[in-house]
């Protein structure tokens, strides 16, 4: 039997695979509509589809309930008043930072490659395990260390140009990738507090709801728009949004931040794949040896320490 970090594991790397395709559809869609306007409606989809998934779990937890009575007096109304607290108030701290993220990847994408964006995104790789160290004191081992000092030359080789500057789609991506630490870490944090399926909807219609303000300000939008780029916002909204959201909401309640988010960053490899494919993209020689070494990184941390062998070892 598969045990539960297995498939927390085995659901990132799906996830991975979905959002590093999704890359190809958000590229597509910049041909027809403005970035900003585009995160909304996919995010709109995407609150949706969870939305009504959240609706069957709730229903199914209130026959659970009714049938093991008896059986859960041990659960106050206290604590179920701070989960549901923590679970809106985690879909909306979720969702802020997603819509951030997502709306500064989007204007970058519209200046670089789907590949390329797809690996300075991945980037989170790196940051995830320095903030936590800085902000909330979690050690790490030496072996995520190397890997993260790794990633920085990997990073290196494939964003920084000859004269030591990034491209403004590259330096908007970084951004963007900064905010998905945040993300990260903040869904780590209240999923353990929360009900993780309410949280993923919640953060849905917060991040439309921001992005659908920001794009009446900054942008144009029409349903013309919305109808041209409907094809990259069903991929997008549905599965990158709503598949690929819920289910990184639902694994990491079983799976360490700093591995999750290894695992996760597995999408810049497979945007690179379609990019390459369904866009025929290429990438430079540099470019291609800094997605290679960033992979290394991914890996590279994800081997287990002889030290914890030994250990294990020596108390059994």
């Not at 996919?42 to 959240?54: E, I, N, P, Q, S």
């Not at 903030?131 to 081992?141: A, D, E, P, R, S």
């Not at 995520?144 to 991506?173: H, K």
């Not at 993300?183 to 507090?193: A, G, S, T």
Request: glycine share 10%.
């Amino acid at each position: 039997m598969i045990n539960r970090k297995m498939l927390g594991n085995l659901l990132l790397t799906l996830t991975a695979l979905i959002w590093g395709t999704a890359f190809v559809f958000q590229r597509k869609g910049m041909e027809s509509i403005e970035p900003i306007t585009f995160t909304s409606a996919r995010m709109a989809l995407a609150a949706v589809a969870v939305g009504g998934v959240a609706v069957i779990f709730g229903k199914r937890e209130k026959t659970g309930k009714r049938e093991k009575k008896g059986k859960r007096e041990d659960i106050g109304k206290r604590e179920e008043k701070d989960r549901r607290r923590n679970t809106v108030l985690g879909g909306v701290c979720c969702g802020a930072f997603l819509a951030a993220a997502s709306i500064f990847q989007q204007m970058g994408i519209v200046y670089t490659t789907a590949g390329k964006a797809g690996f300075i995104t991945a980037m989170y790789m790196i940051l995830v395990p320095v903030i936590g160290f800085v902000l909330f004191h979690k050690n790490n081992t030496w072996l995520v260390w190397l890997a993260v000092v790794i990633g920085v030359a990997g990073m290196y080789l494939l964003c920084m140009t000859e004269g030591f500057t990034l491209t403004r789609g590259d330096t908007l991506v970084c951004i963007c990738a900064v905010l998905f630490s945040g993300h990260i870490l903040c869904i780590d944090y209240f999923v353990q507090r929360g009900d993780p399926i309410r949280i993923s909807a919640i953060q849905f219609v917060a991040c439309s709801a921001i992005s659908a303000v920001a794009a009446l300000i900054l942008e144009e939008p029409t349903p013309g728009k919305i109808v041209s780029a409907a094809i990259p916002i069903l991929y997008c909204g549905i599965l990158s949004g709503g598949v690929g959201y819920t289910l990184q909401i639902v694994a990491q309640k079983y799976t360490d931040p700093t591995i999750a988010s290894l695992l996760m960053s597995l999408e810049s490899v497979f945007a690179v794949i379609a990019g390459a494919l369904l866009l025929h993209e290429r990438m430079t020689a540099r470019e291609l040896a800094g997605c290679v070494v960033m992979f290394i990184a991914i890996l590279l941390v994800q081997i287990p320490l002889p030290e914890k062998r030994v250990r294990k070892m020596r108390s059994s």
